[in-house]
């Protein structure tokens, strides 16, 4: 029975292995065929193409289909719409303070949810 465990341990481990060398090759035909020709930068080795995939992961946020700290924050409309109109206030001015003029007051979540109108014509 132990047998059969590690083996199965062995062969998960394998198609992981398999599976992650197979995104840093991806990354590496995608670099070396498109980067030095559309901005002039030197071609990447296997394991700098490893390197590069890890560090976008890290930065980017990947493994998104792994449960844990990456989905622990609900939705944002979720949260909008448990705010009371005051901590509603708050946010939008929090928002403007941090943000100026690329986040008016005004806006929120609820309002990208709408439809819009087209406006009308000015001569009728």
């Known amino acids: 029975m132990k047998r059969n465990w590690t083996f ?3 062969k998960i481990l394998l ?6 060398a197979g995104f840093g090759f991806a990354v590496l035909q995608l670099w070396n065929l498109l980067m030095p020709v559309i901005f002039g930068l ?3 080795t296997f394991w700098q193409a ?11 946020g990947g493994w998104r289909g792994i449960p844990g700290r990456w989905h622990r924050h609900g939705g944002m409309r979720e949260r909008w719409e448990r705010m009371t109109p005051e901590e509603r206030v708050n946010f939008r001015k929090a928002m403007e303070h941090r943000w100026g003029r690329h986040c008016p007051a005004s806006a929120s979540p609820a309002d990208d949810a709408k439809p819009h109108a087209p406006d009308a014509p000015e001569g009728t």
């Open 8 to 10: 199965g341990i062995v």
């Open 42 to 44: 030197p071609s990447l």
């Open 15 to 20: 198609v992981i292995g398999i599976v992650i």
């Open 50 to 60: 490893m390197g590069l995939l890890a560090l976008s992961w890290l930065l980017f």
